[in-house]
Nanobody
Framework: QVQLVESGGGLVQAGGSLRLSCAAS????????MAWFRQAPGKEREFVAR????????YYADSVKNRATISRDNAKNTMYLQMNSLKSEDTADYYC????????????????????WGQGTQVTVSS
């Protein structure tokens, strides 16, 4: 089992950057596929990005592709999401999630595929 805590959210101007962190506690962090999801007010939670155990395989939603970078430091039990060129439509609560399923390619974009979730961190982009 793993516990997840997000941080790094806040208020940022459009065009700016933000780095979100997801700290994991528990065992065998390096064996979890990790992902970021987000949920805007009045909308469903949506997939943002996913990274495999060793960090060698990543996948991004079209809405953030070329603006976001997902990474992880298994020695620190931490995952990151660097977001650049932020837009007002990036405003949402951002959640990290974990699963023991190994995912590659376009796999593991569904919320139901993840077993563990953090409480979320709020990102507000002002235009």
């Amino acid at each position: 089992q793993v516990q997840l805590v997000e941080s790094g959210g806040g208020l940022v101007q459009a065009g700016g950057s933000l780095r979100l962190s997801c700290a994991a506690s528990g065992r065998s962090f390096s064996r979890y596929t990790m992902a970021w999801f987000r949920q805007a007010p009045g909308k469903e939670r949506e997939f943002v990005a996913r990274i495999t155990w060793g960090g060698g395989d990543t996948y991004y939603a079209d809405s953030v592709k070329n603006r976001a970078t997902i990474s992880r430091d298994n020695a620190k039990n931490t995952m990151y999401l660097q977001m650049n060129s932020l837009k007002s439509e990036d405003t949402a609560d951002y959640y990290c999630a974990a699963t023991t399923t190994y995912c590659s390619g376009t796999g593991c974009q569904g919320r139901s595929q993840y077993d563990y979730w953090g409480q979320g961190t709020q990102v507000t982009v002002s235009s």
